[in-house]
């Protein structure tokens, strides 16, 4: 048997666009079949996503998260490994470690999700939380968008917001911490919020016509980063219904309390890249959900796995 090609993503030179790309593609060949098991030890967890693209790839991630490792020192909230298999005769393919995985395939999905429904002009971004993954959010939004001038965060340790907008340099780029979100909130054409609140740290009633906002931190049914209004005035839409309306606090709580219904949802990520419709005009607000899924890790791990074996041939 072929040996398995070990890869450190934190080792690979990623370009944000041609990764979002890769998505893109992804999604207009297929999904295939997907699948999630969570296992929770609140308020830790550990998510296994598999999917599958028959004749093409299967995959699995695994990944454990621990919400609490960044503030005590103990490393980052989330670890992974990856396994890749060809699609043709089962063969393991890939192992892939790193944290920059999962940050860069998270980053990816909200980077699509927002060329795809973010107004082109938008010139100020809003980021709720400064954690491990903000950073490639940042820099993966801003590749999507060259339009931004203003990157404002806010965290609800200051000092988080300041050292990450400290240590971020984009030239021709204001970045700045600030410690009023609502302030950040209602002066942005887009709103990322990369937060593991079980309370909504954004509230609807701040954002401004023409807004796109991106949720990323919830993926059980008790954690939410958006308020029932901010569900209610948005234009929906998901990476995937199957994990944004089923598992993520935003929908459903807000279906719950009988804000919204299942239906609200416009389109899901697939759709957008077949050429579903999406945003209407530059007033309305559009919200796009990032619940992840395997078929993104998969899409992922087959690009790292090309990628890694380009970038060897080339040393």
Known sequence: MAAILAIDADALSVDPIWLVERLRDGHRQG???VERLLLEE????????TAWQPGAALGAKLAAVFPGNEARGAGPNIRSVVVLFDGQDGRPQALITGESFT????????????????????????VLGAGAQAE???????????????????????????KLAAGLSVPGIEIEAVEDAEAAVRTADMVSCVTASREPVLRGAWLKPGTHVD????????????????MRRAWLFVDTRR?????????????????IVAADVVAELAELCAGAPGRRSAEEITLFKNAGGGHLDLMVARAFH????DQAQQD
Request: charged share 20%; glycine share 6%.
């Open 31 to 33: 999904i295939g079949a």
């Open 42 to 49: 609140p308020p830790n967890s550990l998510m296994t996503w």
């Open 103 to 126: 940050r860069a395939k998270t980053a990816a999905d909200s980077a699509l999700g927002a060329d795809l429904l973010a107004r082109p002009d938008a010139a100020t971004l809003a």
């Open 136 to 162: 490639t959010q940042i820099r993966y939004l801003l590749a999507v968008r060259p339009s931004i001038r203003r990157v404002a965060i806010w965290n609800r340790t200051a000092e988080k917001a300041q």
């Open 215 to 230: 949720l990323v931190g919830s993926f059980t049914p008790e954690m939410r980063e958006a308020d029932d209004e901010a």
């Open 243 to 259: 994990f944004a309306v089923g598992h993520c606090g935003e929908f459903t709580q807000a279906i719950a309390a009988g804000a």
């Open 306 to 309: 090309d990628l890694a074996i």
